[in-house]
C-alpha cells in the first residue's frame, strides 16, 4: 500500500487536522517504501523503532509522537531515533488526542467497553472535543473491577478506596487525568478510572469520598492502539504487530 493512500485514510478516519493538540499529529517521519506492515506503539523510545525494524515494519504508529509544539534541537536522544529511522527508510505517523478521544478505537471507548459501561455518555470537553465516558454498572465490588481490569490490561491497579465499597456510576479517562477528579465527583461517581496521578489528588479524593482506581497512564493507552491496528488489518489486510515497551507507570 503506498504511504500517501494510508495516510488520506488515517488522516481521515481518526479526524487529525480537526483536533486542537499540544503535539503534532500525522505524519512526523516520511518514507519511501510501500506499506505493508505497520508497527503500534505508545511511545517513541528507539528500542521500539529497533523492534518495529525487525518485526518488518514501514511504519510506526505512535500514540505519543516524537515532535511536540516547541521546536527543539535534535540531539541526543532526538537524534538518535531520528538517525535510525532515516537510514531504514522508516515512516512514524503520531496520533495522541485523535486516539484519546476516538469514538471506535480510542483509548476510552475501548476502556468503557471493557468496563461495561452502560448509558454512555461523554465526561468532559477537551478543546471542545469530547473526552472520557461516564456510564452505569449494575453494581460491582470496587476490588473485584479493579483486580478484573487490572488483569485484562496485563497492569497491577492501585485502587484509592474511599467511597463505598459497590460502584455503580463509572467515569473513566486514559492517560494522566486527575485534574478531572472533581467533575466525576461532580456528576455523581462513586468510581473514576484513569491512568496515573498527582500528588496532590489524594487527599482530595480522600476528602470528596470518592474511590478512585489507577490502571498505568502506558495501560491505559495502549488499548487504542491494539483496536487501531485490528480495524487496519481488517480493512487493508496490512499486518500489524503491537510493539509492547512498558514504562511501569
Not at 134 to 139: A, T, Y
Not at 151 to 172: D, H, I, K, T
Not at 182 to 200: P, V
Not at 211 to 240: I, Q, W
Request: proline share 4%; net charge negative; hydrophobic share 45%.
Amino acid at each position: 500500500m503506498k504511504l500517501s493512500e494510508l495516510l488520506y485514510y488515517l488522516d481521515n478516519y481518526l479526524e487529525i487536522d480537526q483536533v486542537a493538540d499540544v503535539c503534532v499529529n500525522g505524519l512526523e517521519v516520511e518514507c519511501g517504501q510501500e506499506i505493508t506492515k505497520i508497527a503500534l506503539a505508545v511511545d517513541p523510545a528507539e528500542q521500539v523503532f529497533r523492534k518495529a525494524d525487525q518485526e518488518g515494519a514501514q511504519l510506526v504508529l505512535l500514540h505519543h509522537g516524537l515532535f511536540w509544539k516547541e521546536a527543539v534541537p535534535i540531539t541526543g536522544p532526538l537524534y538518535r531515533r531520528l538517525r535510525f529511522l532515516l537510514r531504514r527508510d522508516m515512516a512514524v505517523y503520531a496520533a495522541h488526542l485523535p486516539l484519546d478521544i476516538h469514538e471506535e478505537v480510542g483509548h476510552n471507548a475501548i476502556l468503557a467497553g471493557m468496563i461495561g459501561l452502560a448509558n454512555q455518555e461523554p465526561f468532559v470537553l477537551h478543546k471542545g472535543k469530547p473526552l472520557g465516558y461516564i456510564g452505569q454498572l449494575p453494581g460491582i465490588h470496587r476490588s473485584d473491577l479493579a483486580d478484573r481490569l487490572g488483569a485484562q490490561l496485563g497492569v497491577e491497579p492501585a485502587l484509592w478506596a474511599f467511597g463505598r465499597e459497590n460502584v455503580s456510576r463509572v467515569a473513566v479517562c486514559s492517560g494522566k487525568a486527575d485534574s478531572e477528579l472533581a467533575e466525576a465527583h461532580r456528576r455523581g461517581c462513586e468510581l473514576y478510572i484513569t491512568g496515573e496521578t498527582a500528588h496532590s489528588a489524594f487527599t482530595m479524593a480522600q476528602d470528596m469520598g470518592i474511590n478512585v482506581l489507577f490502571l498505568g497512564h502506558y495501560g491505559t493507552e495502549t488499548v487504542g492502539l491494539k483496536a487501531l491496528g485490528e480495524h487496519l488489518h481488517n480493512r487493508f489486510g496490512l499486518e500489524t504487530v503491537f510493539i509492547d515497551h512498558p514504562t511501569g507507570l
